[in-house]
């Protein structure tokens, strides 16, 4: 499974951007598929996910009413809309895919990063 994931940018502290994963060389099926962000001098850190089969998800504290994680199924896709950004979310987003259990990893698949820069 290739994981490519677009959206990132800059932004101000407020405002809103979309983040997609889309998969190449099948369909997400049975897959969980996770959003992750890591910030410059600090450890990768679990944002959001969703289960493709019955789409049940989890988000991390801080991301919760601000963001929410979809996904459309013809287009074999997840998004991630981010509102309400702040500085604190400035970081590269990583989207994954796994067969796992646990929404929060560990995951079998990572995509290519995707900068997201938030400023005051």
């Known amino acids: 499974v290739q994981l490519q994931a677009s959206g990132g940018g800059l932004v101000q502290a407020g405002g809103s951007l979309r983040l997609s994963c889309a998969a190449r060389?099948?369909?997400?099926?049975?897959?969980?598929t996770g959003w992750f962000r890591q910030a410059p001098g600090k450890e990768r850190e679990f944002v959001a996910a969703i289960r493709w089969s019955g789409g049940s998800t989890d988000y991390r504290n801080s991301v919760k009413g601000r963001f929410t994680i979809s996904r459309d199924n013809a287009k074999n896709t997840v998004y991630l809309q981010m509102n309400s950004l702040k500085p604190e979310d400035t970081a590269v987003y990583y989207c994954?895919?796994?067969?796992?259990?646990?929404?929060?990893?560990?995951?079998?698949?990572w995509g290519q990063g995707t900068l997201v820069t938030v400023s005051s």
């Open positions: 994954a895919a796994g067969r796992g259990s646990y929404l929060r990893g560990p995951y079998d698949y």
């Open positions: 060389g099948r369909t997400f099926g049975d897959f969980a």
